[in-house]
């Protein structure tokens, strides 16, 4: 028996009383070998923080495995790009990858001439992990009536944190994964400033 397969589609509406803006997100695509979390958790972050953001709006998934490596290459003719949104039933549609690198330093972060710039709980001479994932997130967002392209910029996203777990170890880790969830959140921003300059 067939299966019917139904695209999985998440919706950007933008203001009440009003048709939603419909956005198809393509799922990012990780490239590079660092990849800390899988795209599903970073993407389930990404539309966490959409509503965050703005809470009006929905954030909206779509499953078109054809998109997948069009950031490797020119953009789409504009009748492609109206033909696919229009199969979706999306108003825009976004795609793109993402690559990750991470760096850490350890640090004093106290010393017996400072005592006074001690936090709760450190002892002199106390040294921390210092943790930061970066990337350069290459995103776009194709308009569905003409088939044009609205974003195309590479933009930068990034995460920071200090910890005292040892580098080697199941916390340290951790914390590089919960860094590179934050990163969503850059894309967050992104994505609402667009569909916000959609706005009449």
């Not at 003719?77 to 330093?105: F, H, N, Q, Y």
């Not at 350069?136 to 392209?149: F, Q, R």
């Amino acid at each position: 028996m067939l299966k019917k397969i139904v695209p999985l589609m998440v919706v950007l509406g933008l203001q009440a009383g009003a048709d939603p803006l419909r956005y198809g997100f393509v799922p990012v695509r990780f490239t590079g070998e660092y990849q800390p979390v899988s795209a599903a958790d970073f993407m389930s972050s990404f539309r966490a923080e959409v509503q965050k953001k703005a809470p009006n709006l929905n954030v909206v998934l779509v499953d078109a495995p054809e998109v997948a490596h069009w950031s490797d290459m020119l953009p789409p003719e504009p009748s492609v790009i109206k033909a696919l949104t229009k199969r979706l039933g999306v108003d825009r549609l976004c795609w793109g990858s993402i690559k990750l690198s991470t760096e850490s330093r350890l640090m004093r972060t106290g010393g017996v001439n400072n005592p006074g710039d001690l936090f709760p709980g450190q002892t002199p001479g106390t040294y921390r992990y210092i943790i930061t994932v970066a990337g350069a997130a290459d995103i776009n967002v194709a308009d569905g009536a003409s088939g044009k392209i609205l974003l195309d910029e590479p933009f930068a996203i990034f995460g920071s944190e200090s910890t005292a777990a040892p580098e080697g170890t199941s916390r340290f880790e951790e914390v590089e994964k919960q860094l590179t969830l934050q990163c969503s959140e850059d894309l967050a921003d992104q994505i609402v400033r667009q569909a916000k300059r959609e706005l009449p």
